[in-house]
């Protein structure tokens, strides 16, 4: 799945500056950058191919700062040219950043927002995306990168409207995509912009990878979150809303229990999660659904009731729209992906009725338990974003976004 902005018309038709040229993909390399993601565009976009009818671009590589640049590995790699080469290009690439916690050199940030304003298209592949966030130029934009470290970009830039179900988005002049595999696909996207779904398809069959992925981010997503936050007291709310997820009830109802008024406790939630609190109870609720549809004979009925929809119909919705399939086409899906001899769990065997994969009336369990719990079950799993219902509109992950309307409501 992508993003193709409706800005991105409007952007495409910037003029460029009259000493770039728009064959020129200029690709800025740091220390410490993973190579995996940094050889994306060098393959992509400095191999000749146009045997294979693949037109060619001009690649210049570029040092964003001093040399030798040290690499995953061990390696290290000597750039032929340095930011001056960014000035000719009329793509500029940031494969990725070393590190999420630290500020790229303003150097190399100067010169891609002299290449912004210069009409050229800045791209950032996978954790490319925070130094393009550094350089402000994805404030107000829509952006993607790698699942696990989309809290933190969305956390440290409330202004970037993060959505990390994406593999890219494209809004026009700027684009991002997703971590690795998602910088080929993003690639392959500039390529079918620049040259037509020919030129893609045949570079695609060189690489021998799909020429359109679908799909997102939401089937890699892990369910962990750093450890600093599983320490807070709004851990002990998360780990009861896990043990009641059979129940109906509201983000009123966690509010309540964490003795927070509901505007403070969406200020809160959203402080350690970067997600809204109805965002985060739909999508566990839709997390449980998958686990009954994978391991039980419960009808798609009875999965609703018994992960606290109100109706199979809410179900079916937040499932689809999450997943982009219906819990009937998923549930076949996996059985078929599943070894033969495995069986799901029985709702009717010869004990009776199959335990519900939730419990009920929970025993209590220790503080430090529950807090462990309602660790695995926050972070990135709650930037999942969902739509209101009826509106269509899903919201993106970002800290500086209202919440949406209606949330007093249970799913």
């Given at each position: 799945?992508?993003?193709?902005?409706?800005?991105?018309?409007?952007?495409?038709?910037?003029?460029?500056?009259?000493?770039?040229?728009?064959?020129?993909?200029?690709?800025l390399l740091?220390?410490?950058?993973?190579i995996?993601?940094?050889?994306?565009?060098?393959?992509?976009f400095g191999?000749?191919?146009?045997?294979?009818?693949?037109?060619?671009?001009?690649?210049?590589?570029a040092?964003?700062?001093?040399?030798?640049?040290?690499?995953?590995?061990?390696?290290?790699?000597?750039?032929?040219?340095?930011l001056?080469?960014?000035?000719?290009?009329?793509?500029?690439?940031?494969?990725?950043?070393?590190?999420?916690?630290s500020?790229?050199?303003?150097?190399?940030?100067?010169a891609?927002?002299?290449a912004?304003?210069e009409?050229?298209r800045?791209?950032?592949?996978?954790?490319?995306?925070?130094v393009l966030a550094a350089?402000g130029?994805?404030d107000?934009?829509?952006?993607?990168?790698?699942?696990?470290y989309?809290?933190?970009?969305a956390?440290?830039?409330?202004s970037?409207?993060?959505?990390?179900?994406e593999?890219?988005v494209?809004?026009?002049?700027v684009?991002t995509?997703?971590g690795?595999?998602?910088?080929i696909?993003?690639?392959l996207?500039?390529?079918?912009?620049?040259h037509?779904?020919e030129?893609?398809?045949?570079l695609?069959?060189?690489?021998?990878?799909?020429?359109?992925?679908?799909?997102?981010?939401?089937?890699?997503?892990?369910r962990?979150?750093?450890e600093?936050?599983?320490?807070?007291?709004?851990?002990e709310?998360?780990?009861?809303?896990?043990?009641?997820?059979?129940?109906q009830?509201?983000?009123?109802?966690?509010?309540a229990r964490?003795?927070?008024?509901r505007?403070?406790?969406?200020?809160?939630?959203?402080?350690?999660?970067?997600?809204?609190?109805?965002?985060?109870?739909?999508t566990?609720?839709?997390?449980?659904?998958?686990?009954?549809?994978?391991?039980?004979?419960?009808?798609?009925?009875?999965?609703?009731g018994?992960?606290?929809?109100?109706s199979?119909?809410?179900?079916?919705g937040?499932?689809?729209?999450?997943?982009?399939?219906?819990?009937?086409?998923?549930?076949?899906a996996y059985?078929?992906?599943?070894?033969?001899?495995?069986?799901p769990v029985?709702?009717?065997?010869?004990?009776g009725?199959?335990a519900p994969?939730?419990?009920?009336?929970?025993?209590?369990?220790?503080a430090?338990?529950?807090?462990?719990?309602?660790?695995?079950?926050?972070?990135?799993?709650?930037?999942?974003?969902t739509?209101h219902?009826?509106?269509g509109?899903?919201?993106?992950?970002?800290t500086g976004?209202?919440?949406?309307?209606?949330?007093?409501?249970?799913?």
């Amino acid at each position: 799945m992508s993003h193709d902005s409706t800005a991105a018309s409007d952007a495409a038709a910037r003029k460029l500056s009259g000493r770039r040229r728009k064959e020129i993909v200029a690709v800025l390399l740091f220390s410490g950058g993973p190579i995996f993601e940094s050889s994306i565009p060098l393959s992509v976009f400095g191999i000749d191919r146009q045997d294979a009818g693949v037109p060619r671009y001009r690649l210049l590589v570029a040092a964003g700062e001093e040399g030798p640049l040290r690499t995953t590995g061990g390696l290290e790699l000597t750039a032929p040219h340095g930011l001056e080469a960014i000035s000719r290009a009329g793509t500029v690439v940031v494969p990725a950043w070393r590190s999420i916690t630290s500020p790229p050199p303003e150097g190399a940030l100067d010169a891609l927002r002299r290449a912004h304003d210069e009409g050229a298209r800045i791209v950032g592949l996978c954790t490319g995306a925070f130094v393009l966030a550094a350089a402000g130029l994805l404030d107000g934009r829509p952006a993607t990168t790698h699942w696990m470290y989309a809290p933190t970009l969305a956390k440290r830039y409330p202004s970037v409207h993060v959505d990390p179900r994406e593999l890219f988005v494209d809004d026009g002049d700027v684009l991002t995509s997703a971590g690795t595999a998602a910088g080929i696909d993003l690639c392959l996207h500039i390529v079918r912009t620049d040259h037509g779904n020919e030129a893609a398809g045949a570079l695609a069959r060189r690489l021998v990878v799909p020429p359109r992925r679908t799909g997102g981010q939401e089937r890699y997503l892990d369910r962990s979150l750093p450890e600093e936050i599983g320490a807070d007291p709004l851990a002990e709310v998360v780990a009861w809303a896990l043990e009641h997820l059979h129940e109906q009830f509201d983000v009123e109802t966690l509010a309540a229990r964490a003795y927070m008024s509901r505007r403070t406790f969406d200020r809160r939630f959203r402080s350690l999660t970067g997600s809204a609190p109805l965002q985060w109870l739909i999508t566990q609720r839709v997390l449980q659904a998958q686990r009954l549809l994978e391991t039980s004979e419960y009808s798609v009925d009875e999965v609703a009731g018994r992960c606290g929809f109100r109706s199979p119909v809410a179900l079916r919705g937040h499932f689809r729209r999450q997943l982009g399939s219906s819990p009937a086409a998923y549930r076949a899906a996996y059985r078929a992906r599943r070894p033969q001899g495995e069986r799901p769990v029985e709702a009717d065997g010869p004990a009776g009725p199959a335990a519900p994969q939730v419990v009920p009336e929970a025993t209590p369990v220790p503080a430090q338990s529950r807090r462990t719990a309602a660790a695995s079950a926050l972070g990135p799993t709650a930037s999942m974003s969902t739509e209101h219902p009826g509106k269509g509109v899903p919201e993106l992950y970002s800290t500086g976004r209202p919440s949406l309307p209606g949330q007093r409501s249970a799913p």
